[in-house]
């Protein structure tokens, strides 16, 4: 309860059964012009790696490539395996590839990252709500051109039922416990 003797709402801990991995148009021309993307470009790089820790799925997204590029080098080269999804909608579910590609992993749990905060993130994740998963979205991992755009975004997520979370909140909310090779797996990540 709050202070107020209202009931608080709690979404609960992040599992990572029947979750996917959601990297949303981390691209060339974009990129660079993003705030605090070195802060971005590593915690991404230490989701990514963990996700293939846990066996997480994992989908790629690229908004209008023609226009904004492919994929930065530093994300493509570690999902090699991993076929972008090209889309021209903002939202990432107004792209029928991308809810086919979704419904194939028969996931329930949506955890997103990328750029821009305020653009992509924000639509998907809320339709995401919408379309009935539970979304968690990686803060530190996700930015705008513009900082109050982000903060913007993230107030309108949580808004909308959407978790906020951290990369390393996240990570630790996964793992569940300490002395298995996936916690020491990741604790090299986290301390990288």
């Given at each position: 309860m709050n202070s107020g003797g209202m009931l608080l709402k709690s979404n609960g801990l992040i599992s990572r059964d029947g979750a996917a991995l959601i990297i949303i148009d981390v691209q060339e021309k974009l990129f660079p012009l993003i705030s605090d993307g070195e802060r971005v470009l590593n915690n991404l790089y230490k989701l990514i790696q963990f996700a293939r820790i846990i066996n997480m799925p994992i989908i790629l997204t690229e908004q209008y490539p023609k226009g904004l590029g492919p994929t930065i080098p530093e994300i493509k080269k570690i999902l090699l395996d991993v076929q972008p999804i090209e889309k021209v909608e903002f939202s990432?579910?107004?792209?029928?590839?991308?809810?086919?590609?979704?419904?194939?992993?028969?996931?329930?749990?949506?955890?997103?990252?990328?750029?821009?905060?305020h653009i992509c993130v924000v639509?998907?994740?809320?339709?995401?709500?919408?379309?009935?998963?539970?979304?968690?979205?990686?803060?530190?991992?996700?930015s705008s051109r513009n900082p109050e755009d982000k903060e913007i975004a993230l107030e309108r997520l949580r808004e909308n039922g959407v978790t906020v979370a951290s990369t390393e909140m996240l990570i630790y909310e996964l793992l569940k416990r300490a002395g298995t090779q996936e916690f020491r797996e990741a604790l090299k990540l986290i301390k990288s």
């Open positions: 990432c579910f107004g792209s029928e590839k991308f809810r086919k590609a979704v419904r194939g992993l028969s996931v329930e749990t949506l955890i997103i990252a990328g750029i821009e905060a639509q998907t994740a809320i339709e995401g709500v919408k379309e009935g998963y539970r979304v968690c979205v990686v803060s530190d991992a996700t």
